[in-house]
Each structure stands twice: as structure tokens, then as C-alpha cells.
């Protein structure tokens, strides 16, 4: 099973045919393709982002979390009436 030529959308080096180069090369070389799990999870990662999407997600959630953590250590905003807790 072959890949594209290996050219972008724009000309020049598509961004993730190197990792496609080092999996498949691996894979060709190798007697047992599981040796090959890291270029191949190289390889995915370049096309879809999910290691960067988790961690970007979980940036934000701290960031979000010590932001309210903030609000609230330094109480109600001026002008704005709060309701008892009647809890």
C-alpha cells in the first residue's frame, strides 16, 4: 500500500509524509511491526492532534479553575448585589 506522492495541498513536502517516511521504512525493515508503535504514533498525532488537543484542553480547564479559584478568594465584584446562601 502506497501514500500520496508526498506533496502539500500548497506544493513542497506535505507536513507529515516525513512521519509516514519513518513509519513506513520501519515497518519494511523491521521483523516484528510492533517495534514500529512510536513512528506510527508519531505519525498519527502529525494528522490529527490529539496528544496537542488533550493538553491544550486540559491548559485551559487549569487556567479556568484557578481563574474562579481567584474570583472567588477575592469576593463579589463592586456593584453587583449578592443573594444570601441559604444553604
Same mark, same amino acid.
Given at each position: ?20 517516511? #519513518?513509519? +513506513?521504512? =520501519?515497518?519494511?525493515?523491521? !521483523? #516484528?511491526? +510492533?517495534? =514500529?508503535?512510536?513512528?506510527? !504514533? #508519531?505519525?498519527?498525532? =502529525? ?41
Amino acid at each position: 500500500q502506497a501514500m500520496a506522492s508526498g506533496f502539500g495541498a500548497h506544493g513542497g513536502v506535505g507536513r507529515c509524509y516525513p512521519f509516514w517516511q #519513518d513509519f +513506513s521504512n =520501519c515497518v519494511k525493515n523491521c !521483523e #516484528d511491526p +510492533s517495534h =514500529c508503535m512510536n513512528q506510527k !504514533e #508519531d505519525y498519527f498525532e =502529525c494528522l490529527h492532534h490529539r496528544k496537542e488537543i488533550t493538553r491544550m484542553n486540559a491548559i485551559s480547564a487549569e487556567i479556568r479553575r484557578q481563574q474562579e479559584e481567584k474570583d472567588k478568594a477575592a469576593g463579589p465584584k463592586p456593584g453587583w448585589f449578592s443573594f444570601p446562601s441559604f444553604s
